[in-house]
């Protein structure tokens, strides 16, 4: 399943394909992706190594979750700043569990992971709390949950043509439109979404 394990998880039926390190770096999701959740998806990469890899999906807003709505369950008190604020689907491995990423313009007491220049990770409350007041970043994306790969099954999916792999700066992350993200993915490895999805459809 793709994406769906902790990245501590083992794996069987490993292939013999090699690739680097991958942390900071774009997952493109193509046509024949099996997993209906992961399709069209478009995945930050914050961590990536012989044990495993961590993403955050950046293009599925969760339509049943806002911003406001998640803070008072927290007990954090959000302006009205907030109101049209979405929070996505980063993955389907603890959903439960909350991420913020964004640019680097805030750096908290030590809870902010630089995964490339430009674009941070925190997960701590202390982040939404600043955004309940106006403060923090100035460009974020609040995620439950995120997409796990155990050792080698990323790699592993990758040489399946499941993913293409991309780099997307913070710009791209954090500015185009949701609907946008998956073609202008594409659109930097010089890749047609309509001839791609054309090939993906055959049988």
């Known amino acids: 399943m793709y994406g769906s394990k902790n990245p501590q998880s ?35 990469l914050c961590d990536h190594s012989e044990e495993g890899a961590m ?23 959000a302006g009205t700043h907030l109101e049209n604020r979405v929070v996505y689907f980063g993955g389907p491995v603890e959903m439960g569990r909350g991420f913020v990423l964004h640019s ?20 701590t409350l202390d982040i939404l709390e600043e955004l309940a007041r106006g403060e923090g970043p100035s460009q974020w994306l609040m995620m439950l949950g995120y ?24 710009e791209q992350i954090f500015g185009l439109p949701d609907n946008r993200k998956w073609e202008a993915a594409l659109e930097t490895l010089g890749v047609s979404s309509l001839v791609l999805s054309s090939e993906g459809g055959r049988a």
Request: glycine share 12%.
């Open 10 to 44: 083992s794996m069987t039926g490993v292939r013999n394909f090699e690739i680097s390190d991958l942390t900071g770096r774009t997952l493109i999701a193509m046509p024949g992706m099996g997993d209906p959740r992961f399709a069209h998806s478009v995945v930050f």
């Open 55 to 77: 993403g955050l999906i950046i293009n599925k807003p969760n339509r049943d979750v806002a911003m406001k709505s998640l803070l008072g369950q927290l007990d954090i008190d």
């Open 104 to 123: 680097s313009d805030y750096l908290d007491t030590g809870g902010a992971l630089e995964v490339v220049p430009g674009v941070h990770m925190t997960g």
């Open 147 to 170: 997409a796990g790969w155990g050792p080698r099954q990323l790699e592993d999916e990758i040489a399946a043509n499941g993913w293409l792999v991309c780099d997307l700066n913070a």
